[in-house]
């Protein structure tokens, strides 16, 4: 399931709560479209998480939760589908089907896709 947000000429703030009480701001353009897209996703049979896909001009990005943390992953070069990165770790969505893979550790990717059993 998504669901798009459309922001417009107010600057966007990304706020990322870390470990402890610290909070990450993400400030982008002010003046540019910005959208906010969320999704919920389900990866081997595990559970459900919701990624914020969010754009704004030129920057892409993924906010996903990781082992309990939010994670805030870029958008790189990706011959097909969007794929985004943050630290070991790599997100790559074509359609609804996506990928996580923890490229430092070596293991297989995890297989992920529409999470079909969220209520509306």
Same mark, same amino acid.
């Given at each position: =399931?998504?669901? *798009?947000?459309l922001? =417009?000429?107010? +600057?966007?703030?990304?706020?990322? +709560? ?19 897209t ?6 081997d049979?595990g ?43 790599e997100?790559?969505? *074509? ?26």
């Open positions: =399931m998504l669901k *798009k947000f922001f =417009m000429t107010a +600057p966007l703030a990304i706020l990322v +709560p870390l470990a402890g009480q610290a909070t990450v701001t993400v400030q982008l353009d002010p003046g540019t479209e910005t959208s906010v969320l999704a919920s996703y389900r990866c049979q559970d459900a998480f919701t990624v914020q896909y969010i754009n704004s001009a030129q920057n892409a990005l993924a906010v996903i939760p990781i082992d309990g943390a939010e994670r805030i992953f870029v958008n790189v070069v990706s011959g097909s589908g969007a794929r985004y990165v943050s630290g070991e770790y997100w790559w969505s *074509k359609g609804e089907e996506a990928t996580l893979t923890n490229v430092i550790a070596g293991t297989q990717p995890q297989q992920c896709g529409p999470d079909d059993k969220q209520d509306d």
